[in-house]
């Protein structure tokens, strides 16, 4: 039997609603062998993570996700067995959750223009950590005082690409990101490909690109795509050489489509992010 592998999660240092050790759990609980904590921008969740990991006999790959731009737009590399020590990682973290908060007041007071009471307060009501404010805080908020009936609709009406309270934001360039992640002895996977919506070409301007800046591996398998984007997604790492990671995205216990370790496995022919870790 393949060892089960969940290299993609939050806790509640970032945009999930568990704190790290409780996320190690569920991980647990669910089969999971091999584990990764991967928080939007922040490393501080990591060491409960691995303690809490190592408690209970299961494997763990310290992990971020980090928020860029390509084609104007952001995109999301999620940087693999890292050290959440490294000046340069450390550093470049600590600028991106700078500009997390700015964005966070910008999108508060355009919720407020909507007619959205306490919209600020309200987001921070769902923080754990006050430098990791994002959109997801705000949709909560949303759903709490009943302006939406779910998060999706909360993005989808207000949040979302071009909506009414969307920020446009500059993150740091794809490969300043990926520089950050091999600077601190990781592995730069490119995460959930297939959320991002590029043309053709701009899709294959994107893995090029990624590839030229160091970038080993792009996610398959993980709870952002489709069973047809898992295909499509293999073929596509065979195409660029890239290798194949597994993750499910996990935020909280019933929000998205899979739970922790409940994917698929990644197909046979494609070589793992963790070949040489495991």
């Given at each position: 039997m393949?060892?089960?592998?969940?290299l993609?999660?939050?806790?509640?240092?970032?945009?999930?609603?568990?704190?790290?050790?409780?996320?190690?759990?569920?991980?647990?609980q669910?089969?999971?062998?091999?584990?990764?904590?991967?928080?939007h921008?922040?490393?501080?969740?990591?060491?409960?993570?691995?303690?809490?990991?190592?408690?209970?006999?299961?494997?763990?790959?310290?992990?971020?996700?980090?928020?860029?731009?390509?084609?104007?737009?952001?995109?999301?590399?999620?940087?693999?067995?890292?050290?959440?020590?490294?000046?340069?990682?450390?550093?470049?973290?600590?600028?991106?959750?700078?500009?997390?908060?700015?964005?966070?007041?910008?999108?508060?007071?355009?919720?407020?223009?909507?007619?959205?009471?306490?919209?600020?307060?309200?987001?921070?009501?769902?923080?754990?950590?006050?430098?990791?404010?994002?959109?997801?805080?705000?949709a909560?908020?949303?759903?709490?005082?009943?302006?939406?009936?779910?998060?999706?609709?909360?993005?989808?009406?207000?949040?979302?690409?071009?909506?009414?309270?969307?920020?446009?934001t500059?993150?740091?360039?794809?490969?300043?990101?990926?520089?950050?992640?091999?600077?601190?002895?990781?592995?730069?996977?490119?995460?959930?490909p297939?959320?991002?919506?590029?043309?053709?070409?701009?899709?294959?301007?994107?893995?090029?690109?990624?590839?030229?800046?160091?970038?080993?591996?792009?996610?398959?398998?993980?709870?952002?795509?489709?069973?047809?984007?898992y295909?499509?997604?293999?073929?596509?790492?065979?195409?660029?050489?890239?290798?194949?990671?597994?993750?499910?995205?996990?935020?909280?216990?019933?929000?998205?489509?899979?739970?922790?370790?409940?994917?698929?496995?990644?197909?046979?022919?494609?070589?793992?992010?963790?070949?040489?870790?495991?």
């Amino acid at each position: 039997m393949a060892l089960n592998i969940d290299l993609h999660s939050h806790s509640f240092e970032s945009d999930g609603e568990l704190p790290p050790a409780a996320v190690a759990a569920r991980a647990h609980q669910n089969g999971v062998d091999w584990w990764s904590l991967s928080d939007h921008d922040e490393t501080r969740g990591l060491a409960e993570a691995a303690e809490a990991a190592n408690r209970l006999g299961m494997g763990f790959i310290p992990g971020v996700e980090i928020s860029a731009n390509f084609c104007e737009k952001t995109i999301h590399i999620v940087g693999l067995n890292i050290d959440p020590q490294h000046s340069v990682l450390a550093e470049g973290l600590a600028r991106i959750r700078q500009t997390r908060v700015d964005r966070a007041r910008k999108v508060a007071q355009l919720l407020t223009d909507c007619g959205i009471t306490d919209a600020w307060e309200g987001a921070l009501s769902h923080v754990d950590n006050p430098n990791l404010i994002s959109r997801v805080h705000f949709a909560r908020h949303l759903l709490d005082q009943g302006h939406v009936k779910t998060l999706q609709q909360a993005f989808d009406r207000y949040l979302g690409d071009g909506k009414r309270a969307f920020v446009p934001t500059q993150w740091v360039p794809l490969a300043q990101a990926v520089q950050w992640i091999c600077a601190a002895g990781g592995k730069a996977v490119l995460a959930h490909p297939g959320r991002y919506r590029y043309k053709p070409a701009q899709a294959d301007a994107l893995f090029s690109a990624f590839k030229e800046a160091g970038g080993q591996g792009i996610e398959v398998i993980t709870g952002s795509h489709s069973p047809a984007q898992y295909d499509y997604y293999a073929r596509v790492a065979l195409s660029y050489g890239f290798e194949a990671s597994r993750g499910s995205d996990f935020h909280a216990p019933g929000a998205g489509r899979v739970d922790l370790g409940r994917m698929p496995d990644l197909p046979a022919n494609l070589t793992p992010v963790w070949h040489d870790w495991i």
